[in-house]
């Protein structure tokens, strides 16, 4: 049997059934009665009133009797009589949230913040082989970063590094004895953006970035290439300071090269004498005698090649034996031997096997012993230089 009542919330007294078959007749009747209770319907009304940027706004909802995931934040349920229930809200963003429940003409309510992140917290400055770095803490639903800085006390517009990937960020432009304000935001998931982090400042150190690595890559008898790693930032130019070994490096020459350049061919060098070559940068002026420099790089010593026209006499020296295999003999006539040089067929500097300084050998007129374990069978030109500055070239075959 099956009995359609009214659905309206409320309390029902049923006090006369009759049944009525299908031809309209009635077949029973009974007098009974008994009471039912309609309950109302309950609403559950979440709104996310001031969202805050940086956060998830998929907030879900689960309840006892009934709820929803992902909706439109209105979830109905049957309370079925209960006289209360608990729910869980889920994946709730940050901000100002206000949610109802609402019983026919009666509702409760309640307003509730969850605090944000905000911006990036944490923001501070390193120098990294001398350059400052930027980093800061993640921000959570952030998919990038935007940093921005300018001199302190400028009216000029921050310059700005937008859509930072990561948590850090090269400052390469700062210009020394400069102090700078520096702020970073969250550019969120959805595209909007946290507000500037807290300002901090940061001075640059006065010095100049040291040139980091410079080599000779080839030379002859009067020029040498020199090649080096340029400066990340703040130069504006390179000074080379170049010079014969024993004379003071205050006193050497000095060459001007441009920024840009990472190269450079000296000339005008003396065929088979020791050079020291060094190098700083200008982060003011393009210039050798002011400006704010950088330290020297350590020196690096080369000798250049001889011309075989320019030697002396070589009937003055003797060199043997002649192939040689583990080593062999050198004498000069009435002096000592102050340095062996070893060279290729081409005239070029094995600086890897060249001997330099006044050597701890012969007396006077005697012979020296030089080892030649450390090279490979071939033919090779060696130069000698007495301590009366004079030079001799032999050709050297060593076979084993």
């Known amino acids: 049997l099956r009995i359609v009542m009214p659905a309206h919330p409320g309390e029902y007294t049923v006090e006369n059934m009759k049944v009525i078959d299908a031809r309209g007749c009635e077949s029973l009747s009974a007098f009974s009665s008994f009471?039912?209770?309609?309950?109302?319907e309950v609403k559950v009304i979440l709104m996310h009133a001031e969202p805050a940027s940086c956060t998830q706004s998929n907030a879900s909802i689960q309840l006892q009797a009934q709820g929803g995931v992902n909706g439109s934040y209105e979830y109905t349920l049957l309370s079925n009589g209960q006289t209360n229930t608990t729910g869980n809200f889920m994946g709730l963003g940050a901000g100002v949230h206000y949610i109802a429940v609402r019983s026919g003409e009666c509702q409760i309510?309640?307003?509730?913040?969850?605090?944000?992140?905000?911006?990036?917290?944490?923001?501070?400055?390193?120098?990294?082989?001398?350059?400052?770095?930027?980093?800061?803490?993640a921000v959570l639903g952030s998919r990038a970063y935007n940093l921005r800085y300018r001199e302190v006390g400028s009216n000029m517009p921050f310059v700005a590094i937008n859509s930072i990937s990561a948590t850090s960020a090269l400052l390469t432009e700062l210009l020394p004895n400069k102090t700078y304000e520096i702020q970073v935001q969250a550019v969120c998931i959805d595209g909007n953006s946290t507000s500037w982090s807290e300002v901090i400042n940061y001075t640059l150190s006065s010095s100049c970035l040291a040139v980091p690595f410079l080599?000779?890559?080839?030379?002859?008898?009067?020029?040498?290439?020199?090649?080096?790693?340029?400066?990340?930032?703040?130069?504006?130019c390179y000074i080379i300071s170049f010079g014969k070994i024993g004379i003071d490096p205050?006193?050497?020459?000095?060459?001007?090269?441009?920024?840009?350049?990472?190269?450079?061919?000296?000339s005008g060098l003396e065929p088979g004498q020791a050079y020291g070559i060094r190098m700083r940068t200008n982060c003011q002026i393009c210039s050798s005698t002011g400006g704010s420099f950088s330290t020297?790089?350590?020196?690096?010593?080369?000798?250049s090649t001889f011309?075989?026209?320019?030697?002396?006499d070589f009937t003055e020296s003797w060199l043997w034996p002649n192939p040689a295999q583990n080593g062999f003999w050198i004498h000069i006539?009435?002096?000592?031997?102050?340095s062996i040089t070893f060279y290729d067929l081409q005239g070029r500097l094995l600086d890897w096997f060249s001997t330099k300084g006044t050597l701890e050998s012969s007396q006077e007129g005697e012979a020296l012993w030089i080892s030649t374990e450390k090279l490979n069978p071939g033919v090779y030109l060696i130069g000698i230089l007495g301590e009366n500055?004079?030079?001799?070239?032999?050709?050297?075959?060593?076979?084993?």
């Open 109 to 137: 309510q309640k307003v509730f913040e969850i605090p944000s992140n905000g911006p990036p917290k944490g923001l501070s400055i390193i120098e990294q082989n001398g350059i400052p770095v930027a980093r800061w803490q």
């Open 215 to 236: 080599q000779v890559t080839s030379l002859n008898a009067t020029t040498v290439s020199l090649q080096w790693n340029k400066v990340s930032f703040g130069a504006i």
């Open 296 to 303: 020297w790089s350590p020196i690096q010593i080369f000798t």
């Open 307 to 312: 011309r075989l026209a320019e030697l002396t």
């Open 35 to 40: 009471k039912y209770t309609v309950y109302p």
């Open 389 to 400: 500055q004079a030079r001799y070239m032999h050709r050297l075959i060593i076979n084993r």
């Open 250 to 266: 205050s006193l050497w020459q000095q060459v001007i090269v441009p920024y840009s350049r990472n190269t450079y061919i000296l």
């Open 333 to 338: 006539a009435n002096q000592k031997v102050q």
